[in-house]
T-cell receptor, first 111, second 116 residues
């Protein structure tokens, strides 16, 4: 199985940058996902990393280091609408498509 | 991206009754669907993996006789919560996998179940 840890809450100012860290332990890593979830809604896919390095997609970037069991999601130029929970999830090599989720990081963007 | 449709979005039922939730893949064939449950301020917990034409695989601690899953076609999986109790009140979400995109990337809209 996997142990996935991420901070519970982070607060940042509109226009700023926030980095959400995620560490994991898994017996057979096969990809890491980041999702955004607004209250009362289903998660929305943000990014997927399976190889080491940085994946950039607009204001959002995600980084992975498999040797360290570490990932981060970087949110730039924060907007009020970015206030949401951000979920880190790991896919196991032996269970294609099956995801283990972290508890989520609640990001609060203030004016 | 792929479209996964879940219905109903909200349902309120009386304790002891059963509720059926549908998960459909609208523009692709889903060989596997996953059912998750999310309690308030908690993360998603996988309940079961549903494969077309075969029995679902349930996670430890999930009662298969209480949460009936049927995956009769490549575009539809259903979750039936039988003899619902207030503690079953939760947000239920499905995810469908196909061969055209990253598995695990797309979720249905979720179903908010309230048992009174």
């Amino acid at each position: 199985g996997q142990n996935i840890d991420q901070p519970t809450e982070m607060t940042a100012t509109e226009g700023a940058i926030v980095q959400i860290n995620c560490t994991y332990q898994t017996s057979g890593f096969n990809g890491l996902f980041w999702y955004q979830q607004h209250a009362g809604e289903a998660p929305t896919f943000l990014s997927y990393n399976v190889l080491d390095g940085l994946e950039e997609k607009g204001r959002f970037s995600s980084f992975l280091s498999r040797s360290k069991g570490y990932s981060y999601l970087l949110l730039k130029e924060l907007q009020m609408k970015d206030s949401a929970s951000y979920l880190c999830a790991v896919r196991d090599r032996d269970s294609w498509g099956k995801l283990q989720f972290g508890a989520g990081t609640q990001v609060v963007v203030t004016p | 991206g792929a479209v996964v449709s879940q219905h109903p979005s909200r349902v309120i039922c009386k304790s002891g009754t059963s509720v059926k939730i549908e998960c459909r893949s609208l523009d692709f064939q889903a060989t596997t669907m996953f059912w998750y449950r999310q309690f308030p301020k908690q993360s998603l917990m996988l309940m079961a993996t549903s494969n077309e034409g075969s029995k679902a695989t349930y996670e430890q601690g999930v009662e298969k006789d209480k949460f009936l899953i049927n995956h009769a076609s490549l575009t539809l999986s259903t979750l039936t919560v039988t003899s619902a109790h207030p503690e079953d009140s939760s947000f239920y979400i499905c995810s469908a996998d196909g061969d055209r995109f990253i598995p695990g990337a797309f979720f249905g809209q979720g179903t908010r179940l309230t048992v009174v």
